[in-house]
């Protein structure tokens, strides 16, 4: 009787114990270089952390970081709102660019696999420390400088924008989108990892319902929107989140620099750690808001 | 049927005709569709692979032709002189072989764990398993940079638990040291882990659950089943998690520079190759000035191609494993 009552429990239970085996390594590591360290640099950025010979002492001083940051630092709030515009509307740029790339990529067409190559090519060309020196080529723009006084010609985006400007189209909007247009190919650089995501969902997305939809009398253009657009939207969540985060790891990014920079060179690991808790929280915030205004909009086929 | 078959080849216009001008309508349609897409792709892989050709015909100019307004592609002098420097600035071969040592080791480590890891989390119930993967969606949302600062000290002063100070009396200074990244990619803590076991958590999910019985009832136990059954299935999306782990840990300059600083990496010597280019031409060449801004950025160029030159290699040879198993298995996020 107590057997047979046992029995479905011990299989559970053996799978429960198999489970933690293996996420395991997980655990180790999540306590041992993780959990300290995030609640230390919590506590550091409250407190006065003193670097002596033999280990460093830390001693609780409330906000005098965070003050410190915002009305002290004479940069720190200007790069701040400077990185989180930046970061708004290059995510957007990457989400629309990388989504429009994976529809093409796709279709089917001749060359299709040297094209997936190259465009994926990004994934590798803009990672880590390469990103960062791409970044101040003075030369490519030097360069670039001779070219336009050489050979006298107008450059083709100061045209347009004038042209904007004279039909009184310049307002804060435009600008934006023009800044955009101009930096294409940061956005093309660093939608690589996005682009496959978009293809991965697009090869879900059953050929029989393109079918039923021509038939009922769909256009390419409606069945676009109406099935395709609904079957990846779960991937615009994923994506969102990605480039996001993606962005505030990057190496080009100002406030990261800068706290880099307070923490190695000036060795101030209490005033590093509260700029970035703020920059932290403030990109969370970010994440939270948006990814739920988005998943309001996600369609869940199954 | 040969009689259709001609009618249908020979009356183009006909056809068209009968239909009202609709066919010639979508024919024009598609095929300048086709132009307009064949332009756009060219264009933008023009721009992504414009860079490269223009660092490739950067690195063989000798100093003058980066002045020279007529030389833009196509170096007027063509040394390889340029390389020669990089090499020496960078131990190019020595801090190569530590690169392919390093990167090739911890991606292997790191991917093994989060398979582990994606598995459990994918394939058993447990208790509390929420919030477990609660905390694997922390560690991707959570920035390296802003744990950083207390990473460091944890290592300039490791401890585990007291126990190294009871014995010798002080703390053991680990930064700079390669254990920690070792340990802590054993412990799915390194670069980029927490996106490896979300992908690898979602490859398993979409296994189907009859193959994973089916091992059971023939009396496989659970790690039996995962080696012998689930890994063999998941081979080509691992493959893929593997290179994406190398070339991220080839190119990583941030988990290199606080944890590998002793050790020649590319990614490290490559930062510094601006201001060994300077010392060099202050202190060997006996020039004042040092380097110019040009010229640094042509040794830069040449560096970073040289860096970034194994990678295209491995994308050569290996590019449907980068590109066609992710893509095309089409995981469900």
């Keep these: ?182 930096s294409i190919y940061d956005i093309a650089i660093s939608s690589g990892i996005q682009i496959i995501i978009f293809l991965s969902g697009l090869q879900t997305v059953p050929e029989a319902m393109y079918e039923a939809a021509a038939i009922e009398g769909c256009t390419a253009w409606e069945s676009l929107w109406k099935i395709t657009f609904p079957m990846v939207s779960s991937l615009f969540l994923v994506n969102w989140v990605y480039t996001i985060v993606d962005f505030f790891m990057r190496s080009d990014n100002e406030v990261m620099k800068k706290i880099q920079a307070t923490m190695i060179i000036n060795l101030q690991y209490d005033f590093a750690s509260a700029m970035a808790w703020v920059y932290f929280g403030v990109v969370i915030v970010i994440i939270g808001v948006s990814s739920l205004i988005i998943s309001k909009a996600v369609y869940y086929y199954d | 049927m040969i009689n259709t078959t001609t009618k249908n080849k020979m009356d183009y216009w006909e056809r068209n005709k009968s239909s009202g001008g609709y066919l010639l309508k979508k024919t024009v349609g598609s095929i300048s569709y086709r132009i307009i897409r064949a332009i756009l792709l060219f264009g933008m892989c023009f721009m992504i692979i414009q860079p490269i050709l223009n660092k490739i015909s950067i690195s063989f100019m000798a100093e003058e032709d980066l002045y020279n307004a007529m030389v833009i592609s196509i170096p007027e002098h063509f040394t390889a002189g340029n390389y020669n420097l990089a090499v020496m600035f960078m131990d190019y071969w020595k801090t190569l072989g530590n690169t392919l040592l390093i990167s090739a080791t911890i991606a292997l480590l790191q991917i093994a764990a989060c398979t582990l890891v994606g598995y459990g989390f994918a394939r058993f119930e447990f208790p509390l398993k929420k919030l477990w993967f609660a905390c694997v969606i922390l560690i991707i949302v959570i920035p390296p940079q802003t744990i950083s600062t207390a990473l460091h000290l944890h290592f300039r002063f490791f401890d585990m638990f007291g126990i190294a100070e009871l014995i010798t009396g002080s703390t053991i200074n680990l930064s700079g040291s390669v254990l920690p990244y070792y340990l802590m990619s054993a412990g799915c803590m390194g670069l980029k882990n927490g996106l490896y076991i979300y992908m690898i958590r979602q490859l398993f999910r979409t296994i189907p659950n009859e193959i994973e019985e089916a091992a059971y009832v023939d009396g496989c136990g659970t790690f039996k089943t995962f080696y012998r059954i689930m890994l063999i299935n998941a081979t080509p999306i691992l493959t893929s998690c593997y290179l994406f782990a190398f070339v991220w840990q080839w190119t990583d300059g941030f988990y290199s520079k606080m944890f590998l600083g002793n050790i020649k990496l590319l990614s490290i010597q490559l930062q510094q190759i601006s201001e060994k280019l300077s010392s060099y031409m202050i202190n060997t060449l006996h020039l004042a000035g040092g380097a110019t801004i040009g010229y640094t950025q042509c040794i830069i160029a040449t560096g970073t191609l040289m860096v970034i030159v194994p990678l295209l290699i491995l994308y050569l040879f290996a590019q449907k494993g980068f590109v066609e198993s992710l893509s095309s298995t089409g995981i469900k996020m």
Aim: aromatic residues 14%; without cysteine; hydrophobic residues 50%.
């Design chain 1, 1 to 182: 009787m107590k057997k047979q009552r046992n029995k479905p429990r011990g299989l559970q239970r053996r799978k429960a114990i198999a489970g933690y085996q293996f996420i395991s390594p997980f655990i180790i590591g999540f306590l041992l270089f993780m959990v300290q360290p995030f609640f230390q640099s919590l506590y550091m950025s409250f407190s006065k952390v003193e670097i002596g010979a033999g280990g460093f002492t830390m001693k609780l001083n409330g906000f005098t970081n965070y003050i410190r940051a915002f009305t002290v630092d004479t940069e720190f709030t200007r790069l701040l709102v400077e990185e989180v515009g930046r970061m708004t509307a290059n995510t957007l740029a990457i989400m629309v660019f990388s989504f429009f790339v994976a529809l093409i990529l796709n279709q089917k067409f001749k060359g299709r696999a040297l094209v997936r190559a190259i465009f994926f090519l990004p994934v590798i060309l803009s990672s880590g420390v390469i990103l960062g020196i791409e970044y101040d080529n003075a030369l490519l723009s030097g360069i670039q400088d001779v070219i336009q006084q050489s050979t006298q010609f107008a450059n083709v985006s100061d045209v347009v924008g004038d042209i904007l400007e004279a039909f009184g189209l310049a307002d804060a909007l435009v600008a934006q989108v023009y800044v955009l247009v101009d």
